[in-house]
């Protein structure tokens, strides 16, 4: 995904996906899944009922989910392109930043 950027901000067991400087992905090395961000809690709930997704743990804040490792890879994609594009929309680039 274009201007993404993978960092461990809280030890090397947590990798978190960024664009623009805000985390659309988190997961931890040991951890149960992924986790997403969604539109907000009532979009969180809906897909937490469509699937096997729980609300993330450690993300409050709402509309995180916590998407299981075993969810199918086509649902995880889904999810992530998702998250990266709801953060991408609600946090565009700086105006003056140059182009890519």
Do not use: C
């Not at 997961?27 to 937490?48: C, D, F, H, K, M």
């Not at 997704?53 to 075993?70: D, F, I």
């Not at 999810?79 to 609600?90: A, C, F, T």
């Amino acid at each position: 995904m274009p201007r993404t950027e993978r960092v461990t901000p809280f030890g090397p067991d947590t990798v978190v996906w960024k664009i623009n400087g805000h985390m659309f992905a988190a997961y931890t090395e040991t951890g149960a899944g992924l986790s997403v961000r969604t539109t907000n809690l009532t979009r969180a709930l809906a897909v937490i009922r469509q699937s096997r997704p729980a609300s993330a743990p450690y993300l409050t804040g709402g509309g995180w989910v916590l998407l299981p490792w075993e969810t199918a890879p086509e649902e995880l994609r889904l999810r992530l392109i998702e998250s990266y594009n709801l953060v991408r929309r609600d946090w565009p680039r700086d105006v003056g930043a140059a182009e890519e």
